[in-house]
């Protein structure tokens, strides 16, 4: 059982001050998807675009992800927070200030921006704050992290048109995802790359609230 000092550590933005440092060494990974061999870094084909997004746990995330058809690469990593090139032991203690994210690298002319933010909005639950379920942290929390306009534009549409959805359904939560432009992305290490095509029985994480809603 955790007690209560050391749920609200990690449950707490922390500051510049209180962050860890971090080191200027990125982590190593892989150079291809452990599923579908394409290249995790780049570069990638043209007309291809990328989004970040935090559903909790990365491990079940990703794998929904790199499912979905017109997804061409996937990655799991950590944004939003303070720590230069944070560890997944780091990032635990709520001392660096990031969010297990999926980088999701996507053919807009195969999967719409909407159908992805469908199935972010659906397959988790983000009116927690700061967890996911038995999750508990700052690195659970929901984040949407964009980059180019017209993907922040349509986050902040498709956060407003699912939360009349939870209320129609009688749902009071109000969302709590964070949708902003990446400011930056760091690697996880090897081992969390496509975790679970490596151990299919891993733990997984996904809740969602069994609310649907028309995005787009």
Known sequence: ???????????????????????EQALTIPEHHYVNGNVIKGPYPEGLE?????????????????KTPGVWVTAVGYSGGITLNPTYQETTTGLTGHAEVVKVVYDPSKVSLAA?????????????G???GNDVGTTYRSVIYTTNDQQLTEAKAARDTFQQALKAAGHTQAITTEIEPLD???YAEDYHQQYLAKNPGGYCGLRGTGVSCDIG
């Open 50 to 66: 990328t989004i970040y997004l935090g559903m909790g746990c990365f491990w079940g995330a990703e794998r929904l992800l790199w």
């Open 116 to 128: 992805l933010l469908k199935i972010f909005f659906e397959e988790h639950d983000p009116t927690q």
């Open 1 to 23: 059982m955790f007690g209560f000092d050391t749920i609200s550590k990690k449950t707490t933005m922390p500051t510049a001050e209180t962050a860890y440092p971090g080191r």
């Open 184 to 186: 930056i992305f760091y």
């Open 130 to 132: 700061m967890r996911q």
